[in-house]
């Protein structure tokens, strides 16, 4: 079975979502990569969906900032901090109403 960009662990998905968390905590990429000692390189290459982020980076993402790796892989929001996950929406939001 193929990846499609349907499956919420693509690259696009992924990255996609790297970009909405980095929005809701109100981060520069600069600022995301100094809080959690990714480097800016490897960051931008997986927001931008250049690469899938690496296990390793994405637990420090987790540890600096309390999301789960169900949200950075999956898409699963339930165990979000509340704050964030408001912050998300908010932002998945707003995105929607752009593309009307």
């Given at each position: 079975?193929?990846?499609?960009?349907?499956?919420?662990?693509?690259?696009p998905n992924?990255?996609?979502?790297?970009?909405?968390?980095?929005?809701?905590?109100?981060?520069?990429q600069v600022g995301l990569c100094r809080i959690t000692r990714i480097s800016p390189q490897a960051w931008n290459n997986a927001e931008t969906g250049?690469?899938?982020?690496?296990i390793a980076n994405a637990m420090k993402l987790c540890?600096?900032?309390?999301?789960?790796l169900d949200w950075i892989y999956r898409g699963v929001r339930s165990n979000l901090p509340q704050l964030i996950a408001e912050e998300i929406a908010r932002h998945k939001r707003a995105a929607r109403r752009r593309r009307r």
């Open positions: 079975m193929t990846r499609s960009s349907a499956e919420p662990i693509s690259t992924v990255a996609a979502r790297l970009r909405l968390t980095r929005q809701a905590l109100k981060l520069s250049d690469n899938l982020i690496g540890r600096a900032t309390g999301v789960t």
